[in-house]
């Protein structure tokens, strides 16, 4: 029993009615004024704190698993701006067991869209807007005192691999939040393996090592969300051995990744309604 | 074709339970044990019974939120689940514990998005509004954020959130739980009106028996997950034996209580100056008549059975013993 509209309900108007819920998010968060500001400036800290805890690391250090600060930038620049998109985008699919709680989620049920796109827009965190912006700041600052030998290739990979970073974060942010479908209490569990990851995409990954870095990397596929993407931009071949076209693969990553995210919310949201917990 | 059938309509929830330190058992319990019913265009019917009987999972089931584990459900001649958007833009839901508004925006804000939402052409929406407006006296409260509302002015607003589309079914689950006197009496007349105009379905469940004698012909009494009794209030009523009583005032007690035909004596009250009587077969008037002849009358009432009463004591009813339910 497959759901319509799962992702975008293709019906005339069905945009206009997102676009509404979106207006109506904006504002609801508008009627705080005061701490909707402090929140904004609140929120750059965390993101702030990533690419701070890089640059220190190369105050004690000139390179990093063999990665210059400049080259490093790079990866830190796609991890910190997609992870701080998708996290403003789908982050707060995380509040899944809340929406259960609270009735919300029957309540979109029971609306003639989409539910997915309903909670992400009913609970869209506007505030985590300035780490969005910290974090392409971030980005457009290392591609260009990278010094990289600019393609047309080159050039369209620079915009893709970002895209494609939000879009993998969020199918993570997704899927994991399925798992409190079955499982309430398993939020720390999907806290490891987003805030996690986003970690993991900070560093090149030469620097972990085992089987940690097999599952993280490959395993879950975080590699091709900035390390690779980043060997493509630099030019240089992976020292771990993988062949260069890799570096162009992180937009297919991606689309998996989402794949897969929509496929456990139809069936997360199929468990709940057959167990209604 | 009826607007809403159900056939052998169950749900089962497995739940696990603590027993002992680590080990977790696996119980499985049916809310809804196989239901059939079939509500027919612009009936109103009420859909009663204790905490935890299945009314508001046979609701869920209805209105696309769950699956059935087993048999069909129909609603609009859709499949709930499978044609939930479809559906959704053919029903109104209201569920008194949750909502449907925006918190923080003007109530006002709540129905223009929901226009939004629901596709309604510009002038449909504005005429439907324009009649809760004046039928639910919103006036003064449209443009307060809906978390200033009292939970009078909310429910007001979330019964015009449900028809702003014009639903076929408006399905309520508990819509007058926590209302203050004057809310439940303008909700109950609000939903008096629009059951008379015929062209709307209603699904009520309700603590409330008296929103049910107010608005509902048809009672349906579910426990355990079963129906209990199908029918209308008056069934309920010569069914389990709850009868009118007549209660006669005399000016001074009787030797002995009197016999008459068709209307035993129930209770003796105030030293025997006051007789209670059930009506069984015989009439009022039957019974003044042979009261006349026999003490001098002070004051004569009668008091109509008490369905409260009558569905406590089919909770109390054992299991099985009357499940077969009584044709509409």
């Known amino acids: 029993m497959a759901e319509p509209g799962l992702v975008a309900e293709r019906r005339p108007g069905a945009l206009a009615a997102y676009r509404a819920l979106l207006g109506a998010q904006a504002r609801s968060q508008a009627a705080y004024r005061t701490s909707f500001v402090v929140d904004l400036v609140g929120n750059v800290g965390a993101t702030v704190f990533d690419v701070v805890t890089v640059l220190v690391l190369f105050g004690v250090t000139r390179e990093l698993g063999g990665f210059t600060l400049r080259e490093a930038l790079v990866i830190v620049g796609i991890s910190a701006f997609g992870f701080a998109t998708a996290d403003l985008l789908v982050g707060n699919i995380e509040r899944l067991p809340r929406y259960v709680r609270t009735g919300l989620l029957d309540a979109v049920l029971v609306r003639p869209l989409g539910a997915l796109p309903q909670l992400l827009l009913m609970d869209l965190p506007l505030r985590k807007v300035s780490r969005a912006v910290f974090g392409l700041g971030v980005l457009v600052v290392a591609v260009t005192s990278a010094g990289l030998d600019w393609t047309a290739a080159r050039l369209a990979l620079v915009v893709v691999a970002p895209l494609a970073a939000i879009v993998f974060f969020g199918s993570v942010f997704v899927t994991t939040a399925t798992v409190s479908f079955y499982w309430i209490d398993s939020g720390e569990l999907a806290n490891s393996v987003t805030y996690g990851g986003r970690d993991f995409t900070s560093y090149p990954i030469t620097v972990y090592g085992g089987w940690f870095r097999a599952v993280f990397a490959y395993g879950i596929g975080f590699a091709f969300v900035s390390y690779h993407p980043a060997l493509a931009l630099l030019g240089r071949a992976d020292p771990l051995g993988l062949p260069a076209w890799v570096g162009w693969a992180s937009p297919g990553v991606a689309l998996v990744a989402a794949a897969v995210a929509a496929a456990a919310w139809r069936v997360g949201v199929r468990h709940y309604r057959s167990t209604g917990s | ?328």
């Not at chain 2, 925006?102 to 009649?131: C, G, I, M, N, Q």
């Not at chain 2, 006036?139 to 509302?149: G, I, K, N, Y």
């Not at chain 2, 355990?224 to 010569?238: F, K, N, T, W, Y």
């Not at chain 2, 009261?291 to 002070?298: I, K």
């Open chain 2, 1 to 328: 074709m009826s607007v809403i059938e159900m056939r052998g309509l169950r749900k089962e929830f497995t739940v696990r339970v603590k027993v002992g330190r680590l080990r977790r058992e696996k119980r499985t319990i049916t809310a809804v044990d196989g239901v059939d019913l079939r509500v027919e265009r612009g009936e109103m019917l009420g859909y009663i019974g204790p905490n935890g009987a299945g009314k508001s999972t046979t609701l869920k089931m209805l209105t696309g939120v769950l699956m059935p584990s087993a048999g069909e459900a129909r609603v609009c001649g859709l499949r709930p689940v499978a044609e939930r958007t479809r559906l959704a833009l053919r029903i109104g839901v209201v569920f008194g514990q949750r909502s449907q508004l925006w918190w923080d925006l003007p109530l006002r804000d709540s129905f223009d998005l929901l226009r939004h939402v629901y596709r309604v052409p510009a002038a449909e929406h504005a005429a439907r509004l324009r009649r809760c407006r004046s039928l639910l006296d919103l006036d003064e409260f449209l443009d307060t954020p809906v978390r200033q509302l009292s939970l009078g002015q909310r429910m007001r607003g979330e019964l015009t959130a449900a028809l702003l589309h014009g639903p076929e079914v408006l399905f309520l689950d508990e819509p007058t739980i926590g209302l203050d006197v004057v809310s439940k009496q303008a909700v109950r007349g609000f939903l008096a009106e629009l059951g008379r105009a015929g062209d709307t379905t209603l699904v009520l469940t309700t603590h409330d028996l008296a929103d049910i004698e107010r608005l509902c012909r048809r009672l349906v009494v579910i426990d355990h997950g079963r129906v209990v009794h199908d029918g209308s209030i008056a069934a309920l009523h010569s069914r389990y034996g709850s009868r009118r009583l007549v209660v006669a005032e005399l000016d001074s007690a009787l030797a002995e209580a009197p016999v008459l035909p068709g209307a035993p004596v129930q209770r003796v009250e105030a030293d025997g100056r006051r007789l209670v009587f059930a009506l069984e077969s015989a009439s009022v008037a039957e019974v003044v008549a042979g009261l006349a002849g026999l003490a001098a009358l002070r004051d004569i009432s009668i008091v109509e059975p008490d369905i409260e009463e009558v569905v406590a004591r089919l909770y109390r009813a054992p299991d099985d013993s009357q499940v077969t339910a009584v044709a509409p």
